[in-house]
């Protein structure tokens, strides 16, 4: 996809992983709609980065499902077309913040990381099959595949390991809604800045060995940083068309930053689910497909095959 004059919506993109995306669409001569609610107090921050930058600053709560609609009408209104979704939208509560579970803390987790990003994919749907050559990234955690389980207990609660579960569900079934004229795409996110690491309050109250116990657990033996999140996304958007993303539904699950208490571990591209994976490209890198989520355009079934296998990708000019 050439991403020059393309009209994006980044949801949660007042700091963090969700400003980084923005930024560096912006940077790509991307037209983006950024939404907000929370953390008010970065607001000015927000502000200042994407100054200079053709771009629209929203607030919606979207745990408010009815004016999901409305903002969307307001980016086609205002742009006059919508071609790309960020589906940055989730609550986690961490255990060793929260301590006990709740039935509030439950459901906010659901509303959240599962509800929203669902809605939110309905409303925008039809403007995106407009575009012709749209795409959509739903960013999730691994949290749905690894659960409460592991260094990473402290981590990810059992309903926010569900919800995530569900994204993968999602974004499955909303490739073959789109296609052919929107690809659906899902990053799963594992301990990365900003979001399950550094940055975090409850980063912040672990102790030293349980954030070793953490890291240790990583092949690199390090955590992503919001960088790495903003590199794999423009790759799935730019450089991942599934050779045309007007005859190929596309339903990739890619992670970054996975953990060793699972075979199929490491950092990167971890996971890719593709009709045909054959043909992969990448820029500059290899990429590890540790197991593929085969998606059947025709018979509209899958099947899981755990393979490991090294391929040597081309770099750009």
Known sequence: MEL???????????????????????????????????????LSDMKA????????????????????????????????????????????????????????????????????????????LPHLKASGNAAVVNLSSIAGIVGRSGPASVIFNDGYAAANRGISMLTETWARMGAPEVRVNELMLGIVKTRHAEGTRGWGILTDERKKAIVDHTLLKRYGGIDDVVKAIVF?????????????????????????????????????ADPNPEGHRATGFSVSILFVLRISPRYKTGSIQTRTASIPCRCRP
Not at 16 to 30: C, E, F, K, T, Y
């Open 4 to 42: 020059k004059g393309k009209v994006a919506l980044v949801v949660g993109a007042v700091k963090g992983i969700g400003r980084g995306i923005g930024l560096s669409l912006a940077a790509q001569g991307v037209k983006v709609a950024l939404n907000y609610f929370d953390w008010e107090e970065s």
């Open 49 to 124: 980065d994407f100054a200079g930058t053709d771009h629209l600053i929203l607030k919606t709560n979207l745990l408010d499902t009815e004016k999901i609609p409305g903002l969307i009408e307001t980016v086609v209104n205002h742009y006059g077309r919508l071609d790309i979704l960020i589906n940055n939208i989730e609550r986690g509560g961490w255990p060793v913040v929260h301590g006990p579970y709740a039935e509030d803390q439950w459901d906010l987790e659901m509303a959240t990381t599962l509800r929203a990003k669902r809605w939110l994919f309905d409303a925008a």
């Open 236 to 272: 799935i958007l730019r450089d991942a068309p599934l050779y045309d993303g007007k005859r190929h539904p596309a339903g990739w699950r890619l992670c970054v930053g996975w953990g060793k208490d699972r075979p199929h571990a490491g950092w990167g591209f971890i996971g890719i």
